[in-house]
């Protein structure tokens, strides 16, 4: 039977009887499965019987052609100092930090092409993928990338006045810190290396989740979200381009968390059905969320169902369900207001610049600054259910 985590020892790789024989292979063919079918199809794998072998075959001898990943190796002990100290000094503020060579870059990459050419992507995640990330190093020196997670709170309360009535709404985790927490977290890794000559800068245009993945930072959830431990899923990632030297050692591998075995919470939760049964990677175009952070010109589809909305932007269901995030919830108790007048400032559609300079600093401590053309038609859904019409 094969076994997607519970294998503890991959140089014993019997479960996989054709081609893939030696440990490397096998731990690429672990992941490309997983990749390309989801974990349901875990039960197929036994006595041989591979659910469309040949195209499995065929994309792991394409990929070892390509890449020789490093494999399940523990990052090497007798990693440079800083890199330590870079650790250390995330830990004792209270975040998380793994830091790869900049030379695995070269298996990023490979992972980018193996998953746009999967055939699973829908266009949103094939532009992602394609065009928005950016696999190009920059010009500067980069002899590391330090992936960074810091704890965000579960949701964060706001609260609408409109109508005499008083209105309770949420934002969720990691948008409030979203721009704050790579800008904080910049500042004390080039605080902590600068003395040293070296030099750290935000690098925001990979894939985040991705690489807290496969450094072995997180690990993911049926929901697609990266657990971090301590954190649960409420961590916002951020990535650095470094010039500070990083011993070679080993990528992890994309796991999904022991708990989603017996677990479909998040699956069952989700309004959108998003969170798809039968593979692993979610329908972005089908998430809450994809529908609300885009800019007010666009309407929620007509299947989508009112009772789906749930926050100001974005979406709590797959993450305040989930047992494993359970002991992690620590809404922010600090609330926010807006008073009549601001919530009909607000559901009015003013720019940034419009607004009073005290709504302005509400909305940027929010980091609601990028939703502002979207909150209209977002509020305006919310206010319907609890029968006020904006
Ligand atoms: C685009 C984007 C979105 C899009 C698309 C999401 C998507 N899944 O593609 C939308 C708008 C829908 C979105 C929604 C949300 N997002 Co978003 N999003 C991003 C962004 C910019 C890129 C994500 C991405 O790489 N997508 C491409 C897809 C293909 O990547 P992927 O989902 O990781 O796919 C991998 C897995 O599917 C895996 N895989 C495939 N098959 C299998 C099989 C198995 C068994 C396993 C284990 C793995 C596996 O392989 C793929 C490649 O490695 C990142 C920031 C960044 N720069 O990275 C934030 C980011 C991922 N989002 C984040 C958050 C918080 C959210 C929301 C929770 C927000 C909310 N509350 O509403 C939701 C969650 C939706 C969900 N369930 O995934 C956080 C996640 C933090 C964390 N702890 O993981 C990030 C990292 C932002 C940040 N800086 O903190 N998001
Ligand atoms: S709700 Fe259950 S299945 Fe979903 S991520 Fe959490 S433990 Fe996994
Ligand atoms: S964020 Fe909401 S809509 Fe998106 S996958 Fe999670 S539960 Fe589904």
Known sequence: MYEYLSVPDFSCPGYLRYDIQDFVHAVIARYYFNLYFGQEVQGHITGGNIVNK????????????????????????????????????????????????????????????ALSECGFLNKYQERLVGNV????????????????ASPSPSTVMIKFYLKGKRIPLRIPSTYVDYNSAP???????????????YHVTSAQKLPKKWLAVRSGLGI??????????????????????????????????????????????????????AIRPDRFLVDAERCLTYFNEADGGHDFPEWVDGSAHNSVVGCTRCQLICPVNRKYINDRSETFEFSEEETGILLSGGTFEQLPEEL???????????????????LKVLFSREDITA
Do not use: W
């Open 133 to 148: 990330f950016n696999f190009t190093l920059p010009d500067t020196e980069v002899r590391s990338i330090i992936i960074v």
């Open 54 to 113: 040949p195209l499995l075959i065929y994309n792991v001898h394409e990929i070892i052609q390509k890449t020789k990943p490093p494999g399940h190796r523990k990052i090497s002990q007798k990693e440079p100092n800083m890199v330590q100290q870079i650790k250390n000094e995330m830990q004792r503020l209270g975040y998380k930090a793994e830091v790869i060579p900049a030379s695995y870059f070269e298996y990023i990459r490979q992972d980018a092409k």
């Open 360 to 378: 302005a600093q509400k909305i940027d401590k929010l980091n609601l600054r990028d939703y502002l053309s979207a909150l209209p038609r977002n």
């Open 220 to 273: 993911y959830g049926r929901n697609n979200i990266c657990y971090v431990d301590g954190f649960g899923s409420f961590a916002t990632i951020s990535a650095f381009y470094s010039d500070i030297p990083c011993a070679e050692g080993g990528l992890r591998e994309i796991r999904q968390m022991e708990e989603c075995r017996t677990c479909k919470a998040c699956l069952n939760n989700c309004p959108t059905a």
């Open 183 to 197: 800008v904080a977290m910049e500042k004390c890794l080039n605080d902590l290396v600068n003395p040293a000559g």
